[in-house]
């Protein structure tokens, strides 16, 4: 017998996706329920149990209208050229996506709380014994291998769990990795921790939410040795 209601589990596995459209702007998250949610996502396994993250919470008008400034300079045009080709070539499902991601850029600043989880690098390294041989433009590496994002993409998609099973909705966006620096600087965050996502978190509009379209289980699984051409 499990000790787990497995048909609330796997709806929470099924249904935590990315809420754009429809996370509400209007209504206050507490802190204390980013908190929680957080607390919970630092269960997750990570190297060493060494739990080199770091957690940057945004939500303060003003400085979420800044991270929202950074966020639209680099998403924006890369994603309207997106938008364009996909129309384009007829891919109307592509192109309802790419609309969904404009309109969360367009209203980043009004989201109630702006996540930021990093990474402690140089803790890492330092953890290991490995030298900083190719120093990053900072005078520290930031430069992120497997092991580190395996050491805290766990805790992140675990903290999105959480948000859901409260009735919050997030999105693990990534494009303000392309100009990490900027984003440093309007957050004060050492520029060698290395910014895993950006994950913009409110409650959402209804939770009629239904799992995405899915590849059947056995066109993705490999048992014991690929044997594709």
């Known amino acids: 017998m499990t000790a787990f209601d497995l048909e609330s589990i796997d709806r929470l596995l ?18 204390a329920l980013v908190a929680e949610c957080i607390r919970l996502g630092c269960y997750a396994p990570n190297a060493s149990n060494a739990q080199e993250w770091h957690w940057v919470v945004v939500d303060e008008p003003a400085q979420r209208k800044r991270v929202a400034e950074v966020y639209r300079g680099i998403l924006v045009p890369r994603v309207s050229q997106m938008l364009e080709a996909k129309l384009a070539v007829g891919d109307e499902a592509g192109a309802k ?7 969360l850029a367009d209203h980043m600043h009004e989201v109630p709380v702006l ?15 490995t030298l900083i041989a190719d120093p ?25 769990l959480a ?7 997030s999105a693990l966006t990534t494009a303000h990795q392309l100009d990490q620096p900027a984003m ?9 921790w290395f ?9 959402t509009k209804g939770d009629d ?21």
């Open 136 to 160: 990053g433009p900072y005078g520290l590496s930031t430069k992120m291998d497997s092991g580190m994002f395996a050491s805290i993409l766990p805790a992140v998609w675990g903290f999105q």
């Open 195 to 203: 910014q895993t996502a950006l994950i913009p978190v409110g409650w």
């Open 163 to 169: 948000l859901r099973s409260r009735g919050l909705g």
């Open 14 to 31: 099924t249904t935590t996706k990315a809420v754009r459209k429809r996370l509400d702007f209007a209504r206050p998250v507490p802190r």
């Open 97 to 103: 996506i790419s609309r969904s991601i404009l309109y």
């Open 209 to 229: 939410f239904k799992p995405s379209p899915r590849k059947p289980v056995d066109d993705v699984i490999v048992w014991n040795r690929y044997a594709g051409n």
């Open 184 to 192: 440093a600087e309007v957050l004060g965050i050492p520029k060698d």
């Open 115 to 129: 996540v930021i989880p990093c990474y402690d690098v140089p803790a890492a390294l330092r953890r290991y014994g």
